[in-house]
């Protein structure tokens, strides 16, 4: 009976020390900080392959004016931010049998309807009179994370009084910052 005896006193006397090893302020809890990195794209742009074809007017002693929908343009903001964007478009004069100037009011025209928008963004549309210098057509305010705007605007081209016979052709840029 004795050696049962010790072996309890000895298993007592070592939990007493494990006992008095512990630190006197130990924490019975911890917080560790974390992050989460959430990254941003680009702001684009996707406007009509063309080319288009905005009709035709027969030789006139008068001016004409002929009209069409350019295609879809629609932009795309990827950033994934609270920066707005603004939409510019412009384009060349027309080169044929003469030139038809795409930088007089009332030469060329741009209407913007409102934008079809995606996200957290508003867009106010702005058509123009003509297309050069670049003029802007769309601009988004109040942004928040991603977002798109889609449109499709109308061009008419007035065609001077007595223009030459032929095929006309122009190249219009949108761009977006």
């Known amino acids: 009976m004795r050696k049962t005896l010790i072996i309890p006193a000895l298993l007592i006397g070592a939990a007493g020390m494990l006992v008095g090893a512990l630190p006197a302020s130990a924490a019975t809890s911890g917080g560790t900080p974390m992050t989460v990195e959430v990254g941003g794209g680009a702001l684009s742009i996707t406007v009509p392959g063309g080319p288009v074809d905005l009709g035709s007017v027969p030789a006139g002693v008068s001016a ?3 009209s069409a929908p350019l295609g879809q343009v629609t932009v795309t903001d990827n950033r994934a931010g609270t920066a707005g ?31 079809t928008v995606t996200g957290t963004a508003n867009v106010a549309n702005s058509s123009q009179d003509h297309l050069f210098p670049d003029a802007v057509v769309q601009t988004a305010t109040g942004v928040s994370g991603p977002n798109t705007a889609a449109w499709n605007p109308t061009l008419a081209v007035r065609v001077p009084a007595g223009a030459l016979a032929g095929t006309y052709s122009s190249t219009i840029t949108h761009s977006v910052a």
Do not use: C, L
């Open 85 to 115: 964007w603004t939409t510019t478009v412009g384009a060349t004069d027309f080169t044929g049998p003469q030139s038809i100037t795409v930088s007089t009011p009332g030469s060329v025209t741009y209407t913007a309807p409102a934008a």
């Open 64 to 66: 004409q004016t002929v």
